[in-house]
């Protein structure tokens, strides 16, 4: 039996999506692929970006996963089919663009991510689509693209002097049209986290998608169109791999014991 559900992402912004899932469904079976030899993917053309994300959910069917959780808000705006060689496929935008029309009170909703992602407009497009079905139709959305973020995250700076005034700096506009929520349009942020609520203080609420996506799949699970594995188990994968990224890694999932493969996608 397939078992296992394969997420990737192109570095560890991913994680913070597993780390989500694996708190939400922890006798769950993952496998995690980071695309590190070619990140970053949100500088990068929507072609490249979708002929990266297809290798790798490709790579991970190989592996036997039953479903690809595609856990890059900057792959999820090239990767819009529901199915890829018949494994269900899942992106973080949706569950994000429903979080946020839930929370929005004001109906001004900020949304930071890679410049792919806010250039290619889906969440902005859905936003504004579904908006009428949350009763929220004069939905503003004010988009931020934070090419410094990914960098920094990568690297660890979370609550760094430097980052707390990199993160002020790209959110200032956001604030000036007094958004009540901020989507988190990219995995990486969410390392960022402690940085970006100095910035925004109590009255703006984060919305992380790697939570939105667990309630995804626990109603697939609940549907029978996910099954549970027979016991719980994590592989991480990269394509490339350094002593830092070693140890970021698992700083982030806050495990030690699981050493990461290095593999080849293409
Ligand atoms: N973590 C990815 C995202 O959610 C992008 C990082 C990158 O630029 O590679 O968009």
Same mark, same amino acid.
């Given at each position: 039996?397939?078992?296992?559900?394969?997420?990737?992402?192109?570095?560890?912004?991913?994680?913070?999506?597993?780390?989500?899932?694996?708190?939400?469904?922890?006798?769950?079976?993952?496998?995690? =692929?980071?695309?590190?030899?070619?990140?970053?993917?949100?500088?990068?053309?929507?072609?490249?970006?979708? $002929?990266?994300?297809?290798?790798? %959910?490709?790579? =991970?069917? +190989?592996?036997?996963?039953?479903?690809?959780?595609?856990?890059?808000?900057?792959?999820?705006?090239?990767?819009?089919?529901?199915?890829?060689?018949?494994?269900? %496929?899942?992106?973080?935008?949706?569950?994000?663009?429903?979080?946020?029309?839930?929370?929005?009170?004001?109906?001004?909703?900020?949304?930071?991510?890679?410049?792919?992602?806010?250039?290619?407009?889906?969440?902005?497009?859905?936003?504004?689509?579904?908006?009428?079905?949350?009763?929220?139709?004069?939905?503003?959305?004010?988009? $931020?693209?934070?090419?410094?973020?990914?960098?920094?995250?990568?690297?660890?700076?979370?609550?760094?002097?430097?980052?707390?005034?990199?993160?002020?700096?790209?959110?200032?506009?956001?604030?000036?049209?007094?958004?009540?929520?901020?989507?988190?349009?990219?995995? +990486?942020?969410?390392?960022?986290?402690?940085?970006?609520?100095?910035?925004?203080?109590?009255?703006?609420?984060?919305?992380?998608?790697? +939570?939105?996506?667990?309630?995804?799949?626990?109603?697939?699970?609940?549907?029978?169109? =996910?099954?549970?594995?027979?016991?719980?188990?994590?592989? %991480?994968?990269?394509?490339?791999?350094?002593? +830092?990224?070693?140890?970021?890694?698992?700083?982030?999932?806050?495990?030690?014991?699981?050493?990461?493969?290095?593999?080849?996608?293409?």
């Amino acid at each position: 039996m397939k078992a296992a559900i394969g997420v990737f992402d192109s570095g560890v912004g991913g994680l913070t999506v597993l780390k989500s899932l694996r708190t939400a469904f922890p006798q769950q079976e993952f496998i995690y =692929l980071g695309d590190t030899a070619r990140l970053p993917y949100g500088t990068k053309s929507a072609d490249t970006i979708r $002929q990266y994300s297809l290798q790798n %959910v490709r790579f =991970l069917a +190989h592996q036997g996963v039953q479903a690809v959780v595609v856990a890059c808000n900057s792959a999820s705006t090239q990767i819009t089919e529901p199915e890829i060689e018949g494994l269900p %496929v899942y992106n973080v935008i949706d569950p994000g663009v429903q979080a946020a029309l839930e929370t929005t009170q004001n109906q001004c909703i900020g949304l930071l991510g890679t410049r792919a992602t806010v250039e290619s407009h889906v969440y902005q497009t859905r936003l504004k689509k579904q908006a009428a079905s949350f009763g929220k139709s004069d939905v503003r959305v004010f988009a $931020q693209a934070c090419p410094l973020f990914v960098p920094l995250a990568e690297e660890g700076w979370t609550l760094d002097p430097i980052t707390n005034l990199i993160v002020y700096r790209y959110l200032h506009p956001l604030l000036l049209e007094e958004i009540d929520t901020l989507i988190m349009g990219c995995t +990486h942020y969410p390392i960022l986290r402690g940085s970006i609520e100095r910035a925004t203080g109590k009255s703006v609420t984060l919305v992380d998608s790697g +939570h939105a996506l667990a309630a995804v799949l626990k109603k697939d699970f609940e549907s029978g169109r =996910l099954k549970a594995s027979a016991e719980a188990g994590l592989r %991480v994968l990269m394509t490339d791999l350094s002593s +830092h990224l070693q140890k970021w890694a698992f700083e982030i999932l806050e495990e030690t014991s699981q050493p990461i493969e290095v593999v080849n996608t293409t």
